[in-house]
């Protein structure tokens, strides 16, 4: 036998052998992963018994609280203007001139209902802002009414734990990976699920579904009584703005319900949360709606476009935005640490960058550039002139409405100087308004603030035509709550 031969008889050998390997070692993790889990539907089924005993017991009356409020509060009703002899007055404020005032024209855009249709079959088919799915939801779900007491919710959880649930949640989890949607996403696909299953009269079936699901993809939430109705419970990890809460073992607990809670009517609820379910809803959003590229929109920015030198269009994440019109309202940071969609980000990175290069601008220059951009390039508004009620901006929706106020414009200014420019970024917090400050190189005069071993320059992006440097005349000499982005 050659050895070319017998080299290649041992190589189909090892190879056998490994292959034998593999397809023992292979059995083995199959073998383990049943194994595994087969304990943990054991255990959730345990979990599940033990609960719907636990909420027959007697449910303890809380008080109700009145919803938290914004520490900033309401926003300036108009624009503050720059005026450089009033400034030059107050103070010697160095910094770079802007260029002259353009105004942006607002093409408001519709936002078209989301449905919901349930055949009465083995599935939902669910309309989340533009995207469809189909969500199964056998019968043996379907709840038979109940009322809002101890024994009914007891019972109703045995129901729903009895029935073929998984296959429910997992098509839940499957589009939550699918799509990227953020926790208060899923919380809203659930709700459409449930609406689309039960007719409106149906309330108390609703909001014990929604509980029994969520619990079951690990996430906390509770049910409690009022005026004759159950009513959701939800713990996040951040405040939530006007919306009452009870408080429960150092907890906020925020009401969701489908009635106007009647303030004389008590709320009972029970202490102790699923076993099964340790995490709170995160309005953080790691990674924005995912979609396909049908789903965009394009916009042209004609007050970029004038600083530029060329056309400035922007992809808009359409569901994104009709997903965020009703977001709950938190505290700024959480606007600030979540994601922007991709594909605008790389279009609005492109167009600052390019001008940058293109003109050899310094990092003082930059910043100047674009604090510009986001004080001429959008409509000032309140919140309540554009929605009828306090409402943040994400980044996607300034660009969708033309339109936004200070604690918008410090958002879209952050997050192209820190994330595109590299260069720390801090929020200047005021009682009815919001700045921001940048770390710039040594020499850079005009207003700031040091704080943790840096000094922070202020721009204002809602203080139209001041340079970087200039405080708005009504702050001037206030000491406002700095926090590092």
């Known amino acids: 036998m050659s050895k070319s031969l017998k080299f290649i008889l041992l190589i189909a050998l090892a190879l056998g052998s490994s292959a034998v390997a593999r397809a023992q070692n292979d059995e083995s993790f ?5 194994q595994r889990n087969q304990e943990f539907k054991d255990w959730r089924s345990k979990a599940n018994s033990e609960f719907s005993q636990y909420l027959a017991a007697a ?15 309401p926003v300036s009703d108009e624009p503050v203007f720059y005026d450089p002899a009033e400034a030059a007055a107050a103070s010697s404020l160095p910094g770079l001139p802007c260029p002259g005032f353009m105004t942006a024209p607002v093409v408001p855009v519709p936002v078209p209902a989301v449905a919901a249709v349930y ?39 045995k129901f729903l734990s009895d029935s073929d649930f998984m296959s429910t949640v997992d098509a ?7 799509h990227s949607i953020s926790d208060w996403a899923l919380y809203t696909m659930i709700k459409k699920l449930t609406d689309a299953v039960y007719i409106e009269e149906y309330v108390n079936e609703k909001v014990l579904t929604q509980m029994f699901l969520l619990c079951q993809m690990q996430y906390k939430a509770r049910v409690g009584s009022s005026g004759g109705e159950l009513i959701l419970l939800l713990p996040f990890t951040a405040p939530i703005y006007q919306v009452s809460y009870i408080t429960a073992n150092d907890e906020d607990y925020y009401i969701y319900s489908y009635s106007r809670l009647n303030s004389q009517n008590p709320l009972y609820t029970f202490s102790n949360d699923f076993s099964a379910a340790d995490r709170k809803l995160d309005l953080v959003i790691d990674s924005q709606l995912r979609v396909g590229y049908d789903f965009y929109q394009v916009k042209t920015l004609p007050v970029w476009t004038q600083y530029v030198g060329e056309d400035v269009k922007v992809p808009l994440n359409i569901p994104c935005v009709k997903f965020t019109l009703d977001y709950p309202q938190s505290d700024l940071l959480t606007y600030h640490r979540s994601a922007v969609d991709p594909e605008l980000t790389k279009a609005v990175f492109t167009v600052v960058k390019y001008k ?12 100047s550039f674009v604090l510009t951009l986001i004080q001429r390039g959008f409509d000032y508004k309140t919140d309540y002139e554009m929605f009828g009620r306090a409402k943040p901006l994400f980044v996607e929706e300034s660009f969708f409405y033309g339109s936004n106020n200070c604690k918008d414009r410090v958002l879209l200014f952050s997050w192209i100087v820190k994330d595109l420019l590299g260069l720390d970024v801090a929020m200047f917090c005021y009682k009815g308004h919001v700045a921001c400050g940048v770390v710039l190189p040594a020499g850079v005069k005009g207003d700031g603030f040091d704080f943790e071993g840096d000094r922070y320059v202020m721009c ?7 340079p970087i440097g200039a405080t708005m005349p009504k702050y001037r000499g206030v000491q406002p709550q700095i926090i590092k982005l």
Do not use: N
């Open 30 to 34: 199959l073998e383990f992963y049943k």
């Open 59 to 73: 449910w303890e009356e809380f008080l109700v609280k009145r919803g938290k409020e914004d520490p900033i509060g």
């Open 119 to 157: 055949s009465g079959g083995e599935s939902v088919t669910v309309d989340f802002f533009g995207i469809s799915a189909d969500i199964p939801f056998p019968e043996s779900m379907r709840l038979p009414r109940i009322q809002a007491t101890e024994q009914d919710a007891s019972s109703g959880w």
């Open 172 to 178: 839940l989890t499957d589009f939550q990976k699918e």
């Open 356 to 367: 940058i290069l293109k003109d050899s601008m310094s990092p003082e220059q930059a910043v």
């Open 460 to 466: 204002d992006p809602t203080y139209i035509g001041a």
